[in-house]
């Protein structure tokens, strides 16, 4: 039977074959967005990119119907161990998806994050989840109603939830290698950009390379804003994330709190390592684990009689793997597989790091 135009069903048909045409994240967010709302009505939504090694925020993200400013706030509330829902405890949850209101009984200020940030935006709900495949989350996205809309339903959530794996899915598609020039090869020996920031994360200094680097991310015309991966480093003082440029090359930023009084963060960007990076390039061409294996020791030099006696399996499948691994990525020999997955950094996910826009409710 065919499904109506206005069932839920054909509505989220819709939606996931229109994410299956987006040519980026940020247009996959946007398709998204606009055909979820259908669904599940809301106010206002933020969609983000995250590294699925660490979880934290990457690039880009879309933020609908909020003006600029709160998010230190939204992320301290994040931090809080006291934090309903908090996005850490979504990555590994048995569902990717919950309502604030729902989760707490209709009690929404049991979360720090309805005083800090909801309560002053006029928000009486948040429904969020983690976009996430295979155990790795790729994305997120927070869904607001404003304080006199009803909460969120468990239906909503469930609805929700169920996207959480096929948009996991699209977005992990964008992170392919693509091509790079012999000029931007070169960039990676760069010199590593250096950010200072004090006490109350204020930007105290920064040399010329970190400028440069978070241009290669967020565009030459950004507004001068510190990109969210920046301020997110600096506030917690510690931890790294990777981050793709426009043209397709992959930075890890990471945070280092100094001792004393003064209490400096230092927040340093450089080039990403290949072996950085390997593993979300596998998990991109959707390699299983024993094909990531072979790759890895394929990567080390080691040829199929070496590989079948390492894994304690006989030639004759190592060589099966092997061409499922060639087939999977695109290429027709060791050699260039290597030369794809290991020296190539992985297609951009395109646009500036936050991209705000307006949107009917």
């Known amino acids: ?5 206005d069932s839920a069903g054909w509505k989220r048909d819709e939606l996931l074959a229109r994410a299956a045409e987006a040519p980026d994240a940020l247009a996959l967010f946007a398709t998204a967005s606009v055909r979820l709302r259908r669904m599940v009505p809301f106010d206002a939504a933020v969609w983000r990119a995250t590294d699925p ?7 880009p993200i879309r933020v609908e119907n909020i003006d600029a400013g709160g998010c230190a706030a939204f992320w301290t509330s994040e931090s809080d161990p006291d934090t309903v829902n908090a996005f850490r405890a979504l990555v590994h949850a048995r569902v990717p998806a919950a309502a604030l209101r729902e989760s707490t009984g209709d009690r929404p200020e049991a979360s720090p994050l309805y005083d800090a940030y909801l309560r002053p935006r006029r928000f009486g ?17 927070s869904l607001f109603r404003d304080r006199d809309r009803p909460a969120f339903t468990a239906a909503d959530t469930e609805l929700v939830a169920g996207l959480s794996a096929p948009l996991a899915g699209r977005l992990r598609g964008f992170l392919r290698p693509g091509e790079a020039t012999v000029e931007e090869l070169a960039e990676a020996d760069e010199a590593t950009g250096v950010l200072l920031f004090d006490r109350a994360g204020r930007l105290v200094s920064a040399n ?9 991310v967020v565009g030459e015309d950004a507004d001068g804003a510190l990109p969210m991966w920046i301020a997110t480093l600096a506030a917690a003082g510690t931890g790294r994330v990777r981050v793709l440029t426009r043209a397709g090359r992959w930075l890890v930023c990471h945070a280092s709190r100094l001792s004393g009084d003064d209490a400096f963060t230092v927040v340093m960007i450089e080039a990403a390592p290949a072996s950085e990076v390997a593993a979300i390039i596998v998990e991109a061409y959707e390699l299983t684990g024993r094909e990531s294996e072979i790759t890895r020791l394929i990567a080390g030099g ?9 894994l304690h ?3 004759h499948t190592v060589r099966d793997h092997i061409k499922s691994v060639l087939a999977k990525v695109g290429v027709a020999s060791r050699g260039e597989l290597v030369a794809k997955l290991f020296t190539e950094h992985v297609g951009p996910a395109a646009g500036r790091s936050v991209f705000r826009v307006r949107t009917a409710s």
């Open 1 to 5: 039977m065919t499904r109506r135009p």
């Open 208 to 216: 010329e390379q970190a400028r440069d680097r978070i241009a290669s």
């Open 302 to 310: 080691l040829g199929t009689d070496d590989i079948a006696r390492r």
């Open 313 to 315: 399996i006989s030639t």
């Open 53 to 59: 090694l660490t979880g934290l925020i990457a690039a």
């Open 125 to 141: 709900d948040e429904l969020r989840a983690v976009l996430r495949v295979a155990g790795r989350p790729w994305g997120s996205v």
